[in-house]
C-alpha cells in the first residue's frame, strides 16, 4: 500500500510517500518540505492569507518531487492522506483541496488525518520506533499534552496546557528578547552561551499535583525581568534568560513526563513536536528517565516540524489497525478546531 501525505496546517508545506504492506512496519520513500519561515520573518509570526497563497505555490512541485523521487506514479498511489485539523482553516482547505483533487483524478480514495496524531507517531519512522503502549509528550506549537497511548487511535488525555504551550512560550519569549521569528530554535541557541541559574524564573505547576502545564506566566516574569533594566540588557543578561527560560520550560516538561510514566507504570515515553527537537530536553529527558529504566523515543530531528511524511504514516498506520477507512467521496471538510481526543 503506497500512501500520499500532504501537510498545510500552517507555515510548512509537506509531501511524503509512505509503503505499508499488511504485517510490516510503514516506511518512508521519499519527502519533501517547504519552510515559509523566511517570509513570515518580516511580520514576527504567521500570517494566515499568506501561508495559505504559498501553500498554493508549493503543493504540486513538492508531490511531483516526491513523487519523482519514491520512484512512482500518481495512479500508483493507494490513498492519499491530508491534515484535515487542527490549524489554520485557510491553509487547511489548499491542502484538502489539492488532494482530493489528485485522488479524484485517478480514483483513488482520500482520507483526512489529524495533525497532532500525525506528531504522536511520527517516532515510528525513527529508527529506535516505540511499541504500545506508551507515555507521550506532545509539545508542538500551541499545544502541550501528555497522553497514554494503547494503541492506533487509543489515545487518552492525562494533562494539557491550561494557556500558553511550550512552543508559545519560547516563541513569545523570543520575541521579546528581539530574537525574531521563528523563535524556539533562536533562543536556544542565545541559550547556550547563557547562565540557566542567572533569573529566578517561576516553573509553573510545576508541583500542581496533577499533569497540567501553564507556560503564559513565564513570558510576564521575563518582561518583568526585562523592564527591572531598563531596556538596556547587555548581550550576556540576554543570554542568560534566554537559558533560564528555557530551563524553567525544560524543567516542568521534565517532571510532568516522568510523573506521567510514574502514575501509568508504563515503561516508555515518547516525546514529539517541534518543542521536542530541543537539544537541553532530550538531554535532561534522557538522563532522568535512563536512572528510572525508562526508555524516551524521539523521531528524527527532521519529523519533529510539522511534514508530509508523518500525515502518510498515521493514514497507513490507522488503516494497517483498521480504525479508519478512506473515502471516494471528494466534498472534503476541514476542522481548524479537532481534539485528539475526538479521533
Known amino acids: 500500500m503506497l500512501v500520499l501525505g500532504i ?85 487547511l482547505l489548499v491542502g484538502a483541496g489539492c488532494a482530493c483533487a489528485m485522488a479524484c483524478a485517478v480514483g483513488r480514495p482520500v482520507l ?19 511499541e504500545f503502549p506508551f507515555v507521550a509528550l506532545l509539545v508542538s506549537g500551541g499545544h502541550t499534552q501528555l497522553m497514554r497511548v494503547e494503541a492506533v487511535g487509543r489515545y487518552e488525555l492525562l494533562g494539557e496546557t491550561v494557556d500558553d504551550a511550550a512552543g508559545e ?28 541559574q542567572a533569573f529566578a524564573l517561576p516553573r509553573p505547576l510545576l508541583h500542581s499535583g496533577n499533569l497540567d502545564f501553564s507556560f503564559a506566566g513565564l513570558k510576564t516574569a521575563v518582561l518583568t525581568q526585562l523592564k527591572r533594566r531598563s531596556g538596556a540588557a547587555c548581550d550576556q543578561d540576554l543570554a542568560d534568560l534566554a537559558a533560564s527560560t528555557q530551563a524553567a520550560i525544560v524543567d516542568v516538561l521534565c517532571a510532568k513526563a516522568l510523573r506521567a510514566v510514574e502514575i501509568t507504570g508504563l515503561p516508555r515515553l515518547v516525546v514529539s513536536g517541534g518543542v521536542g527537537a530541543n537539544a537541553e530536553l532530550r538531554r535532561q529527558l534522557d538522563t532522568a528517565a535512563g536512572a528510572r529504566g525508562v526508555h524516551v523515543h524521539y523521531p528524527e530531528l527532521e ?3 510539522d511534514n508530509g511524511a508523518m500525515i502518510a504514516l498515521a493514514a497507513a498506520l490507522r488503516l494497517q489497525h483498521g480504525v479508519a477507512q478512506p473515502t471516494r467521496e471528494y466534498t472534503f471538510e476541514v476542522r481548524p478546531r479537532w481534539p485528539l481526543s475526538d479521533v
Open 7 to 91: 501537510e498545510t496546517s500552517c507555515d510548512e508545506t509537506g509531501a511524503a510517500l509512505v509503503e505499508a504492506a499488511p504485517a510490516a512496519a510503514p516506511s518512508l520513500l521519499a519527502q519533501a518540505l517547504h519552510s515559509q519561515a523566511r517570509m513570515h520573518e518580516a511580520y514576527g509570526g504567521v500570517v494566515p492569507e499568506l501561508a495559505s497563497r504559498d501553500h498554493i505555490r508549493r503543493v504540486l512541485p513538492l508531490v511531483e518531487r516526491v513523487l519523482a523521487e519514491g520512484g512512482a506514479t500518481l495512479s500508483a498511489i493507494d490513498v492519499v492522506a491530508f491534515t484535515r485539523g487542527p490549524g489554520l482553516a485557510g491553509a
Open 112 to 130: 483526512g488525518v489529524q495533525h497532532l496524531e500525525g506528531h504522536l507517531l511520527s517516532p515510528f519512522l525513527s529508527v529506535d520506533p516505540p
Open 169 to 196: 512560550a519560547f516563541d513569545k519569549t523570543a520575541k521579546l528578547l528581539g530574537l525574531g521569528y521563528p523563535g524556539g530554535p533562536a533562543l536556544a541557541r542565545l541559550a547556550q552561551g547563557g547562565d540557566a
Open 303 to 305: 519529523l519533529c516540524t
